[in-house]
């Protein structure tokens, strides 16, 4: 069977999988496995039937506990045999986050998240890892750097090539650009575009970050996975 990496479900713009990605072993990463996209609220009738279509078992959502009250997910109501999960990843609110990272740049934001919200991380790739087999789908609001930077974690323990972790990074910033300037058009062009831009220096930074502490599998360890965890996280892909 032939897959494409994009994903197109109506009334998402950032959806993709994370299969087909070269590893430094020569491998490709499974198919149909894991799965990445902007917010769920977004999807039309007829992109809930795709996600069906596309045999979706467990949804992961990153969003603040605000985003999530505010813009309750369709999901549960209209998918019911879908698994739902809402585990914020960037501590329990915005207001929280933003005093932690205040003034950092982007190109060093994914270590920021690593060193500081090592619980939430912690608790998102339990549920991801406990998650039956099948198709999962995890999303924040964007799609690019919550849920960018759990695929460029995962792709990483999987051992793919840095320079493909980099790349799905940076895809975000295409796929929204343009759709963003027309959706967001009272704001300057400028914050736009900087809001959307995901350099692939960060990914860089990261697997520096993470090298440090004996790659993908050291950090996981270190932030409390248990093997078991770590094992069937890498077995997603």
């Known amino acids: 069977m032939l897959f494409t990496r994009t994903l197109d479900i109506p009334g998402l713009l950032n959806a993709r ?11 490709q990463t499974r198919w149909r496995s894991l799965l990445r996209a902007d917010d769920l609220v977004q999807l039309t009738p007829e992109g809930v039937e795709t996600l069906a279509n596309l045999g979706v078992h467990t949804v992961v959502d990153l969003r603040w506990p605000g985003e999530v009250a505010i813009s309750p997910h369709p999901v549960p109501s209209r998918l019911p045999h879908v698994r739902y999960y809402h585990v914020s990843l960037l501590t329990e609110s915005e207001t929280q986050w933003s005093e932690i990272s205040e003034g950092c740049e982007k190109e060093m934001w994914k270590c920021l998240v690593l060193e500081k919200t090592r619980p939430h991380l912690r608790r998102v790739l339990q549920t991801i ?9 995890f999303h924040c609001v964007a799609g690019k750097d919550r849920t960018g930077l759990i695929a460029a974690l995962l792709l990483a323990l999987a051992e793919v090539e840095p320079e493909a ?12 650009r343009e759709a963003y300037l027309e959706r967001y058009k009272e704001v300057e062009p400028e914050w736009i575009l900087e809001a959307v831009r995901c350099p692939e220096q960060g990914v860089y930074n990261m697997l520096s970050y993470l090298e440090r502490l004996g790659g ?3 950090y996981l360890r270190e932030i409390g996975l248990e093997e078991e965890h770590i094992e069937r996280l890498k077995a997603r892909l």
């Open 17 to 27: 999988d994370l299969g087909g990605y070269p590893t430094r072993s020569g491998r």
């Open 129 to 137: 890892a406990s998650a039956p087999p099948g198709p999962l789908l």
């Open 165 to 176: 972790i980099a790349a799905d990074y940076a895809e975000s910033s295409a796929r929204l």
């Open 216 to 218: 993908a599998p050291g």
